[in-house]
């Protein structure tokens, strides 16, 4: 008699199997305590209001970004082909480290800190350990919703969706240069992510929009920041997911655990995947 449950699956499909099952688990028990207590949302919301940036402020870290990006858009004409991806990281390094920087400049003129104005002081540290938790609780949602963004996409374009460019050199042998861009996704790119988007700029949105438009607005910026349309859905739900964690726990290092963990999972499944 043949077993029930199929003894030939990947890796892939067992790490799949078995996030579903813990995420929902995860789910179960965040809607479980959330029923039992239940935030104060308007304390919440102040909270982060009073976090946001002066427009100017914004303006000015805004034009810091856009004047890098612009300038970082002629690598293809200052490189040969071989060196781009080489140049593309040392130029993503120095673009996340100058916008740390502003960040960090602008944050001390307004008299405080990154620490006080994000909620990175060593009493929010310890909710780090909420992230894994954040992270399994909607996983599931989002393997069923980018499931069907790709197949709606299948169908109107007649083609399968492309990986992202970083996704397709860490899916690769593994050299220094992979390595690189790994821990750049995994590390650098959270950290400069939620510095800019969950804690600069969606407090600002929050404050002139309210909470849900702020949610909104921020998780359409966020994946349109990345020029990927096959990611544009499942990227949306995360930023919508990294808001609210924000939100609940106000500690960035909750948001910038999510995302690397997001990170690094989706890198090692790639790489399972082959």
């Not at 077993?3 to 099952?21: G, K, Q, R, Y």
């Not at 969706?161 to 042998?173: D, F, G, H, R």
């Not at 790119?189 to 702020?214: C, T, V």
């Not at 349109?224 to 609940?248: D, E, G, I, K, Q």
Request: charged share 10%.
């Amino acid at each position: 008699m043949e077993d029930a449950i199929p003894s030939n699956l990947s890796l892939s499909e067992i790490m799949t199997l078995c996030l579903f099952v813990f995420g929902m688990i995860s789910a179960a028990l965040c809607y479980s305590h959330h029923r039992k207590a239940p935030p104060n949302r308007s304390e919440l919301t102040m909270k982060l209001v009073s976090r946001s940036w002066t427009t100017m402020q914004v303006g000015i870290l805004m034009s810091v970004l856009f004047l890098l990006y612009f300038l970082a858009s002629f690598t293809g004409l200052l490189f040969y082909e071989e060196q781009i991806p080489v140049a593309r990281l040392g130029i993503t390094i120095l673009i996340y480290s100058i916008l740390i920087t502003v960040i960090a400049i602008i944050n001390r003129k307004r008299g405080g800190s990154c620490s006080t104005s994000l909620g990175m002081g060593k009493h929010n540290l310890k909710k780090l350990l909420l992230a894994p938790v954040f992270y399994l609780a909607f996983i599931p949602f989002l393997m069923l919703i980018a499931k069907g963004w790709h197949l709606l996409l299948e169908l109107v374009f007649q083609a399968e969706p492309e990986l992202q460019e970083v996704a397709k050199i860490v899916s690769s042998q593994l050299t220094w240069l992979e390595i690189s861009y790994i821990l750049m996704a995994t590390v650098g790119a959270p950290i400069y992510e939620e510095f800019m988007f969950r804690g600069i700029i969606f407090p600002y949105f929050i404050k002139r929009m309210g909470l849900i438009n702020g949610i909104v607005l921020m998780s359409v910026l966020f994946a349109l920041m990345h020029f990927h349309l096959p990611s544009f859905v499942p990227l949306a739900l995360l930023s919508s997911v990294l808001c609210l964690a924000y939100w609940r726990t106000g500690s960035l290092w909750v948001s910038i655990g999510i995302h690397m963990i997001f990170n690094a999972i989706s890198i090692l499944a790639l790489n399972i995947a082959g």
